[in-house]
């Protein structure tokens, strides 16, 4: 896997799981660290989610069930709740950074507007491909999230595997990434960065993405062959890093 190597960035490394920010930082700091890594997470179970029910996107069940917003909503909360603890229902009174709160909201929101608009193709028995997966959610999600706010959301990927120009990685993520090739002691479904750079002025989390058995459909063997979508196959193997979700929040 081309890589570049880890070049040093200007702020306070922290490569951990991030549930709990390191107590060096600030309380500012420590809110807007776990702010982004919720965001993160957030994103990514409806990248989840989408990828779980990809089989009826693309035919609805013979009984008539379909994929709608309704069934992504509950499922989404589901997976939230799994990986951290908390409920998207209950936001008002979780121990969380009250910054957090309106943003995952929004983000929530944000989420179910895109398979919203993908209402029209998803009864469509016809269509064998509606344009909905994980990348296409993630993309058009974390677009209407920026417009909501000034926070940096993004999927991204190493260079090689880029298929979208717009998550093209910027000098830190491309960093990011040779430090996730690094082998370490930590599962690799649980690594994470999160950090402050520029000197304390941002924070800055990646959220690894690997390919799991569903990823492979698209992302799998044989290299270079054509895809559902239309593009040439990766040649990926379920556990390898495929990506990340990033996301940068500015400092006031």
């Known amino acids: 896997m081309r890589l570049l190597h880890f070049c040093l960035m200007v702020g306070i490394a922290l490569f ?4 709990l920010p390191s107590r060096t930082f600030t309380g500012q700091q420590e809110d807007t660290l776990e702010t982004a890594r919720l965001l993160a997470v957030l994103l990514d179970s409806g990248r989840v989610t989408v990828a779980k029910h990809q089989d009826l996107i693309n035919a609805p069940s013979p009984d008539g069930k379909k994929f709608t917003p309704e069934l992504f909503e509950e499922d989404v ?10 409920q998207l229902s209950k936001l008002d009174n979780a121990n969380i950074p009250q910054m957090a709160k309106p943003l ?26 509606k344009g909905l997966i994980p990348a296409t959610f993630g993309t058009e999600t974390a677009s209407r ?3 909501y706010s000034k926070i940096i959301l993004k999927q991204t990927a190493p260079a090689h595997l880029v298929r979208n120009p717009n998550n093209k990685p910027d000098d830190y993520e491309v ?7 690094i082998p370490s002691s930590q599962p690799e479904k649980t690594r994470i960065i999160s950090e402050l750079v520029d000197g304390g ?11 799991g058995k569903s990823c492979l459909a698209c992302h799998g063997e044989p290299k270079g062959e ?4 239309g593009y040439p196959r990766e040649g990926g ?4 890093l495929g990506g990340a979700i990033s996301v940068k929040i500015q400092l006031n």
């Open 16 to 19: 951990t799981l991030a549930f």
């Open 145 to 147: 999230f920026q417009h």
């Open 104 to 129: 995952l909201t929004q983000l929530l929101n944000n989420s179910i507007t895109t398979i919203q608009t993908y209402e029209p193709v998803l009864s469509l028995p016809a269509m064998r491909y």
């Open 201 to 211: 002025k941002s924070a800055r989390v990646i959220l690894p993405l690997y390919y």
């Open 226 to 229: 054509q895809d559902i979508s």
């Open 237 to 240: 193997k379920e556990g390898e």
């Open 175 to 181: 960093a990011a990434f040779g430090r996730l090739a």
């Open 77 to 86: 909360f589901v997976e939230f709740q799994k990986r951290t603890n908390l």
